[in-house]
């Protein structure tokens, strides 16, 4: 019992050193996961802006994959009003005026989203989903009729 007992002490205060963080072999996660799905903070929006902007981007993305366009438009059109240089958001913005203005036939809101996606390029040129994206857009304005002019009677 005498020739255990300084055996268990040792092995009880190594593990009270990995348990306390003494002898961690390893670094913790300095980022949450939320800001891995928001993106980088912006160095001059305010910690308010920030919580807000990301409030609003989870959300939208949220309404977005369940299939609530309406919703998910005004919570990443917020999104997009506190971080117009976010590129997630504007991607996500696009989609959502893309998929209401194929519902409707709303050309408009097709050329917003065009609008959308130049500005996400122009942060992100790599992005193959804005690019992907972008095409599609084309191909969809390419199909719906131009403002119709009113005819005249003669």
Not at 68 to 73: E, I
Not at 116 to 130: C, F, K, N, P, T
Request: glycine share 8%.
């Amino acid at each position: 019992m005498v020739r255990i007992l300084p055996m268990v002490l040792g092995a009880l205060l190594v593990f009270s050193a990995f348990y306390v963080g003494v002898a961690r072999p390893w670094k913790p996660s300095i980022h949450p996961p939320a800001r891995e799905a928001v993106g980088e903070r912006r160095p001059d929006l305010c910690d308010k802006t920030h919580r807000l902007f990301a409030d609003a981007y989870r959300r939208g993305a949220e309404l977005l994959s369940q299939g609530h366009y309406r919703a998910a438009l005004s919570a990443l059109g917020k999104a997009v009003r506190l971080n117009p240089d976010h590129a997630g958001a504007r991607h996500r913005h696009a989609r959502t005026l893309v998929t209401l203005g194929y519902l409707t036939w709303n050309r408009s809101l097709v050329k917003k989203a065009q609008d959308d996606v130049r500005h996400a390029l122009g942060i992100q040129s790599e992005d193959q989903g804005l690019r992907r994206l972008s095409k599609l857009i084309d191909g969809l304005l390419k199909r719906m009729p131009s403002a119709r002019r009113k005819r005249t009677k003669r």
